[in-house]
């Protein structure tokens, strides 16, 4: 049979939250692909309800962060856990409500960690901000093929070749691409296929996924939570906050293991169950979708094999708990897309791309872990760990990255937000109203930001005839910006900072230095 052949540079397979996001980076780095994924829309579902720091400052990167604000407005209000027997009971007795003095100490270090940013965490659930990415991909005209199913797929030495049928027409064709990225999910068919080991936990603790509408506003308006943790002999879950009006989800643990299994949860017993855990028996409930889940930690041991690269839960699948499933894969995706694009442009050696590996492996694998130790015996967030390991969910990049393309001794330690290679490019508001920042310098390009025009502008040039690379050259304008820059980066008026284009310090260097530096970066 002959099949319809379509070229293009890049697969992305799954139209998730970390495929869409994948789509915006490679747009923004001047890269085709296409898009494939068999659902015809995005999510219903909620799911992910929280967009920590650093991914804000990535989409704001792309212009989204407060048109994601703006969509998550409802829940945003939603913070802390409550325990009881039912909701109108831990309403009135907050029991596990954060104390005082956590409070306190809370907020002491929000405020550390807010003056590190331009950004803070956005409260929004992955409905919204998926459907807020694929509006914006669209308006684009960026090749999304939704209702697109992968049937099969292989690679070769100079490519990777996909089977696809339209499952609204039935049609096949195949796709031809230098590489894909596989962001197809927590049971990704293309790890499967690969063969790519795994460690981690693996699954426990089955829960029932129950989302519904009930009118509390009123109940909860002024006494707003993020989770309402029940553990009874008869009921043990959690009821997640959705839009603090009339959108809810409890997670229901159930025990297969007993030989229970989802068809023995009919739509009268749930509502019977959830009329007990809000403890209000004649509310109005009405049943949107009920889907069993496992809690999960699965981590990929490979994320690059040959041409094909795993991102999001296809890397490292982990629970809800940490907050970090698709922020960890929109890291990925922003961190792969220009070293890609690098590659595709002939403006770097193969050897780039296993960086990617090398550089946010340690990531997802970190947070993966962690978000299955704040999971306790019954599958309930473990509050007191939680708070112990505030620093570690704040969401700002406090990990450095160890890799060929940063130029820094691997042996020493990292401080973060000062300026220092393989960390976070440190933020620096520009303007007395606080509305440009230094982070909105990069743009997804290299730049130097200099602290002096001795010798800049000719070693850029050279870089820019040699590699056919634009680096775009910043020095801090104002002179007491550029006295706190100089401050704050422990740089010298000769040296200056190399910023990649996901917004990492590849090196601290000299002029005479930047050619040589940036051949070594970029495997040259």
Known sequence: MNRQIKQTQVIILGGGITGLAAALYLSQQGIDFILLEKHNDTSIYPRARTIDTRTMELFRGL???????????????????????????????????????????????????????????????????????????????????????????????????????????????????????????????????????????????????????????????????????IETPEITGFLLTINNKDKWAFHLRFH??????????????????????????????????????????????????????????????MTPYAGKGANTGIQDVQNLAWKLAAVLHHQA?????????????????????????????????????????????????????????????????FTYFVGEPGTRIPHLWLNKSHTLSSIDWVKGQFIIVANSYNGWKMACDAVKQRLNIDIRLVMPEDKNIAEKWLELTNTTKDEALLIRPDDF??????????????EGILDL
């Open 63 to 229: 212009g989204l962060s407060e048109t994601l604000r703006e969509g998550g407005k409802a829940l945003s209000p939603a913070w802390g856990n409550i325990r009881g027997n039912n909701l109108v009971e831990a309403l009135e007795n907050p029991v596990g409500k954060i104390t005082p003095s956590q409070l306190m100490q809370a907020k002491e270090e929000v405020k550390s960690f807010a003056e590190k940013s331009p950004e803070s965490v956005c409260r929004c659930t992955q409905d919204i901000s998926e459907a807020i990415i694929y509006e914006v991909a669209q308006k684009q005209g960026l090749d999304l093929r939704f209702h697109h199913e992968m049937m099969s797929f292989k690679q070769t030495e100079k490519n990777v070749e996909v089977l696809v049928k339209s499952r609204m027409t039935g049609e096949q064709y195949l796709v031809e691409a230098d590489y894909m990225i596989a962001a197809d999910g927590a049971n990704s068919i293309v790890r499967k296929q690969l063969e790519i080991p795994t460690s981690g936990n693996g699954s426990w603790t089955d829960l029932l996924n129950i989302y519904f509408e009930a009118d509390l506003e009123a109940l909860v308006k002024g006494r707003e939570f993020s989770q309402f943790l």
């Open 256 to 317: 297969p293991e007993n030989g229970e299994s989802a068809a023995d949860y009919p739509e009268e017993k749930l509502i019977a169950i959830l009329h007990r855990i809000l403890g209000i028996p004649d509310i109005q409930i009405s049943i949107l979708k009920a889907l069993p889940w496992q809690l999960t930690v699965r981590i990929a041991e490979e994320l690059r094999v040959d041409r094909i690269f795993l991102a999001g839960d296809a890397a490292h699948t």
């Open 349 to 413: 050696g193969d050897a780039l791309l296993n960086t990617y590996h090398i550089e946010r492996q340690p990531v997802g694998a970190f947070y993966a872990r962690l978000s299955g130790e704040l999971a306790d015996k019954n599958g309930l967030i473990n509050n007191k760990l939680m708070i112990s390991r505030g620093k570690d969910l704040m969401g700002l990049p406090n990990f450095g990255y160890y890799s060929s393309a940063v130029r820094r001794e691997a042996v020493l330690p």
């Open 505 to 518: 310090i590849a090196a601290k260097l000299t002029s005479n230095e930047l050619l040589t530096i940036m």
